[in-house]
Structure formats: structure tokens, C-alpha cells
């Protein structure tokens, strides 16, 4: 089933990053969408392998200075 999941809130000495980029196979995923042909390998499946992004948010213990980073996950 595809739904819709509230903003995650960074946890203390977390950073929330809104994605500006995500990786290929991300985006062929996300295109292509669950048909319910297949069982869903877990019950909640987020695709996500590397990206980039802006920190757009922090938790507590982390400087509200990083807010506007940008950062890379590979």
C-alpha cells in the first residue's frame, strides 16, 4: 500500500535534510510504484541510497548553525 507519513522530527544529535537530489535507482522506484504484484520485502519501504540535500532542521544538541548545510550521503 503507498501512503502518506508525517514530516520525521530529527531526534537529539539528529539532522533532518530536505532532498534536493536522490539516486537513480531511487527515482526508478518511486516511478514505477508498488502494483501489489509482489510482497513488499518490509512492511514500511522508504527508498533511499545516497542523495543530497540542505539540513532544514535539527535535534537538540546539534547547532541550529548547521541549518542550510548542505550535505552528501553516499
Do not use: C
Not at 539528529?14 to 518511486?30: C, G, L, P, T, W
Not at 510482497?39 to 548547521?66: L, S, T
Amino acid at each position: 500500500m503507498l501512503g502518506e507519513l508525517p514530516d520525521p522530527q530529527p531526534a537529539p544529535g539528529e539532522v533532518r535534510v530536505k532532498y534536493a537530489f536522490r539516486n537513480q535507482s531511487d527515482r526508478h522506484e518511486i516511478a514505477r510504484g508498488w502494483d501489489g504484484s509482489t510482497e513488499m520485502p518490509f512492511p514500511r519501504v522508504i527508498p533511499h541510497q545516497d542523495g543530497a540535500g540542505v539540513i532544514d532542521k535539527v535535534g537538540a544538541g546539534v547547532p541550529q548553525a548547521r541549518i542550510g548545510e548542505r550535505v552528501m550521503d553516499l
